[in-house]
């Protein structure tokens, strides 16, 4: 079993910055991917971001150039660094994490609300 804790969420301006973060505990040493999700009111949740074991990155095409994943392997935590947010990112933002490929066992966090409004 493994447990995501995010936070990091919150209301900000259109431009703004935030950062997510994912704290991952329990079985987790053969956890292959972790990554970003994210749900706006009405829509199918979407990939984010994601990173492997070993570094590699992929980002959905809106947020490229904008977002960046990142990992602190010490702390067992992942991170989602927003830059020039926009109002469309508004959504819950939830953290994942898979033992494999796609279709692998995987497990989600509870969810931040991340707000972008003026």
């Known amino acids: 079993q493994v447990q995501l804790v995010e936070s990091g969420g919150g209301l900000v301006q259109p431009g703004g910055s935030l950062r997510l973060s994912c704290a991952a505990s329990?079985?987790?040493?053969?956890?292959?991917?972790m990554g970003w999700y994210r749900q706006a009111p009405g829509k199918q949740r979407e990939l984010v971001a994601s990173?492997?074991?070993?570094?590699?990155?992929n980002y959905a095409d809106s947020v490229k150039g904008r977002f960046t994943i990142s990992r602190d392997d010490a702390k067992n935590t992942v991170y989602l660094q927003m830059n020039s947010l926009k109002p469309e990112d508004t959504a819950v933002y939830y953290c994942?994490?898979?033992?494999?490929?796609?279709?692998?066992?995987?497990?989600w966090g509870q969810g931040t609300q991340v707000t972008v409004s003026s």
């Open positions: 990173i492997s074991r070993g570094g590699s990155t």
């Open positions: 994942n994490a898979r033992r494999g490929g796609l279709g692998s066992p995987e497990y």
């Open positions: 329990g079985s987790i040493f053969n956890i292959y991917t």
